[in-house]
Each structure stands twice: as C-alpha cells, then as structure tokens.
C-alpha cells in the first residue's frame, strides 16, 4: 500500500474515567487523514493506493469489554473509507478489518511495508513498525506532551535521530468525552473540517 493509516478504535469508544478528565486516546476527524495525505503526496507524489488498518470487524474475536462497540467502530472506520474515497479518487481505499483475510500479525507487517506513509495515531501498535519503515517511506507519528505516556520517550528519539519519521499533533475527541455522546455528536466531530487543523514538525 502506497499510505497506510493505523485507526484505533473499539476500546477508545469508551470512557476510561470522569468527563473532566484529560483523555488518554481518541478520534481524530478525517479531514486531519485528508491533510496528513495531502502533505505526503506533496513529498511522495500521487497516493495510488491507502489502507485503514483497524481492529476486526467479527464480534467474538475481540475483547469481551470490546464487544458493545464492534458495530459503531465498522461504522466509523466506513465513514473515514468514504471521505477518502471523495478526497483522494485517484486511490483505491480499503478497509483492513475483515477477520478472514486480516490477522494481527498481517496488520503489522501491512504497516511495516507502507510504501510512502505510515499514519500512526495514539498507539503503541503502530509506533513499533513506523521505526523500521524503508527510509525513503515517511512515518507520522501523533504526539502531545500533555497526554501522558511510557512511549512518548520513544517517539520523541524517533524523530530525534530518523529523518522520515515527523511528529504531528490536531484536535483530538477524547474517549472519556466520546463515551457519554451520542453518536450523531461523535460523526458531526468526525465530518468537521475545522477540526483538521494539523500541527506537522517536518524539522
């Protein structure tokens, strides 16, 4: 795949403590994926084909706690497939999330090999393989100095000492706000171009 974008979601469906409380992972809206794109193409050139790879889309292979929000997650990673599909008609897009043809293991190697760019939201399942990418391939990687995290000193080496490797930061639905909105709020977020706003650090 020419881009590939890691989108976690299932577990950040749900509040993890009190509303008021900052949040450790969330939604990012699709016009941030249309920017981080379009700046890869910019260096790249024409993006042929992206790749959403995200948790399985079969009920019993996912975590019990998992389970409630199986369906609203096929829905949201759907959603983003069809803007970038508007975005970018020169590409195919694919959803990776079908468990007959999308195992774990091929998740990661499917990242590992992106061809241009590898979009890595709050994760630590996509930074891992953003470290070995080919050098000539570009690795975006989300950080925030304010959301707390074992990795953050990880990333900041990363783009400290790699040079295809960038740290970007946007606006950010936190999952302790997303897990008492309705989901109408949740995809009025996910379809506001306002909250595209990104911060790349090329340097």
């Excluded at 974008?5 to 941030?32: C, E, M, V, W, Y």
């Excluded at 920017?35 to 079969?58: F, H, W």
């Excluded at 774990?104 to 979009?119: D, F, G, P």
Aim: net charge negative; charged share 25%; with cysteine.
């Amino acid at each position: 795949d020419d881009a590939v974008i890691h989108l976690r979601l299932n577990d950040i469906l749900k509040a993890s403590g009190k509303q008021d409380q900052p949040s450790l992972r969330g939604l990012f809206s699709h016009a941030t994926y249309t920017r981080l794109l379009r700046e890869a193409e910019n260096e790249k050139g024409t993006l042929e084909s992206i790749s959403i790879v995200t948790q399985t889309n079969r009920e019993d292979s996912v975590r019990r706690d998992d389970k409630p929000y199986v369906e609203r997650s096929i829905r949201i990673a759907s959603d983003l497939a069809q803007h970038l599909r508007v975005e970018f008609p020169s590409a195919t897009v694919t959803v990776r999330n079908d468990w007959r043809t999308e195992s774990t293991a091929k998740s990661y190697v499917r990242m590992l090999r992106a061809q241009k760019v590898l979009i890595c939201g709050r994760s630590g399942f996509c930074l891992y393989p953003s470290l070995s990418l080919r050098d000539d391939a570009l690795a975006y990687l989300f950080y925030r100095e304010s959301i707390p995290t074992d990795k953050n000193h990880l990333i900041l080496a990363a783009a400290e000492q790699l040079d295809n490797v960038h740290l970007w930061d946007a606006p950010l639905l936190g999952n302790n706000q997303i897990g008492v909105m309705p989901e109408e709020d949740i995809f009025d977020f996910l379809h506001n171009a306002t909250a595209g706003t990104i911060d790349l650090k090329l340097s």
